[in-house]
C-alpha cells in the first residue's frame, strides 16, 4: 500500500515537472478539457470507477483497475470528506497530452488532481495528491 502511494507521489511529482515546461492551450480547448477532468473526478467523488472508467485509455485501464481504485483512490477520497467544489484549474499541452491539474475542496483536506489527456480525449494519466 505504501509502495503504491509512494509510486503515485513520484509519478505526480514528475508530470508536474513536466506540465511546468508546457505550451499554453486556447480558451475553447481549456474549457473542454477542464470540464472532462471535472467529469471523471465527480464520478469517481461518487464512488462510481466503471462509468469513470470509460473515459480511461486502455493504458490507464490497466494501470488503474478497479481493485486498485477501491484499495488506494476510494479510501483517499472518503478521508478527505465530502467534496465541495472545484476551486482552480489548469490546463496545458505537453508532449500531446493535454495535463489538467485540478484543486478539489473537500470537507477535511483539499486534493490536486493531474489529470493527463490524449487527442482521443481519453484519460492517460490520473494522479491525487
Excluded: H, W
Amino acid at each position: 500500500m505504501k509502495k503504491i502511494i509512494s509510486s503515485m507521489i513520484i509519478i505526480f511529482t514528475g508530470i508536474m515537472l513536466l506540465a511546468a515546461c508546457g505550451e499554453k492551450v486556447d480558451q475553447e480547448t481549456s474549457t473542454k478539457m477542464t470540464a472532462k477532468a471535472e467529469e471523471v473526478v465527480s464520478l469517481i467523488n461518487d464512488g462510481d470507477y466503471e462509468k469513470a472508467s470509460e473515459s480511461f485509455s486502455d493504458q490507464l485501464l490497466k494501470q488503474l483497475n478497479k481493485t486498485d481504485f477501491e484499495a488506494v483512490v476510494a479510501p483517499l477520497l472518503k478521508k478527505s470528506g465530502n467534496f465541495e467544489k472545484f476551486e482552480k484549474s489548469t490546463v496545458e499541452k505537453k508532449d500531446g497530452f493535454y495535463v489538467v491539474v485540478l484543486v478539489a475542496k473537500y470537507e477535511k483536506d483539499k486534493r490536486v488532481f493531474t489529470i493527463s489527456i490524449n487527442e482521443k480525449e481519453k484519460l492517460e494519466g490520473f494522479f491525487i495528491k
